[in-house]
């Protein structure tokens, strides 16, 4: 299955503190993606990182990607409670359509 | 607002109901997509289209029908469905481009069947 994988499941940290989490997945991919989704809404894209590429910022987010280890982490410095949602890492493949495959997600909660 | 609306957000029906899920996206985006949520469960994909085309259905059951009449336009069609089949349905959409690109999602419709 080409499905990623997070871990951990749940998190929960204090504000001002960094969030790591992790996502490993079992195919050759064309790019990973993160995104962030709040209770029950639509999922924001957070960041793109292709397969050529090892690390990528944006803003307080860094996302690494080990390709001979099938992994990808991405972490949030500085975090806040708004940065409270969960996180999903979603594998894609290229055929035609980008076909974007998202594992189960780790839910991050900010204690104030 | 992502660019991606879906209509209705929420949805109760019967099992032996007949009805219709709207996603419409203005982006120019060529590539659309169904997403089903379900709690405890990864995001599962459902259908790929891609100018219109179905590239992709992820052995689903027939009693979801996807229509794409144009690049800007997916509905899901609805009928005999389980209680099971209650779950967040999400559209996205993408451009096609090399090496990939973001999907923007709506925020979705949350579908109870009864």
């Known amino acids: 299955s080409q499905q990623g994988e997070e871990d951990p499941q749940a998190l929960s940290i204090q504000e001002g503190e960094n969030a790591t989490m992790n996502c490993s997945y079992k195919?050759?991919?064309?790019?990973l993606q993160w995104y962030r989704q709040n209770s029950g809404r639509g999922l924001v894209h957070l960041i793109l990182?292709?397969?050529?590429?090892r690390e990528k910022h944006s803003g307080r987010l860094r996302v690494t990607l080990d390709t001979s280890k099938k992994s990808s982490s991405l972490l949030i410095t500085a975090s806040r409670a708004a940065d409270t949602a969960s996180y999903f890492c979603?594998?894609?493949?290229?055929?035609?359509?980008?076909?974007?495959?998202f594992g189960q997600g780790t839910r991050l909660t900010i204690n104030p | 607002e992502t660019g991606v609306t879906q209509t209705p957000r929420h949805l109760v029906m019967g099992m032996t109901n007949k009805k219709s899920l709207k996603c419409e996206q203005h982006?120019?985006?060529?590539?659309m997509y169904w997403y089903k949520q379900s709690a405890k469960k990864p995001l599962e994909l459902m259908f790929v289209?891609?100018?219109?085309?179905?590239?992709e259905n992820n052995s689903v059951p027939s009693r979801f029908s996807p229509e794409c009449p144009n690049s800007s336009h997916l509905f899901l069609h609805l009928h005999t469905l389980q209680p099971e089949d209650s779950a967040l349905y999400l559209c996205?959409?993408?451009?096609?481009?090399?090496?990939?690109?973001?999907?923007?999602f709506g925020q979705g419709t949350r579908l109870t069947v009864v």
């Open positions: 195919t050759s991919i064309n790019n």
């Open positions: 996205a959409s993408s451009r096609e481009l090399r090496g990939g690109t973001e999907a923007f």
């Open positions: 979603a594998t894609a493949l290229i055929q035609g359509a980008q076909k974007l495959v």
């Open positions: 982006l120019g985006h060529n590539a």
């Open positions: 990182i292709r397969s050529n590429e």
């Open positions: 289209y891609n100018f219109k085309e179905q590239t």
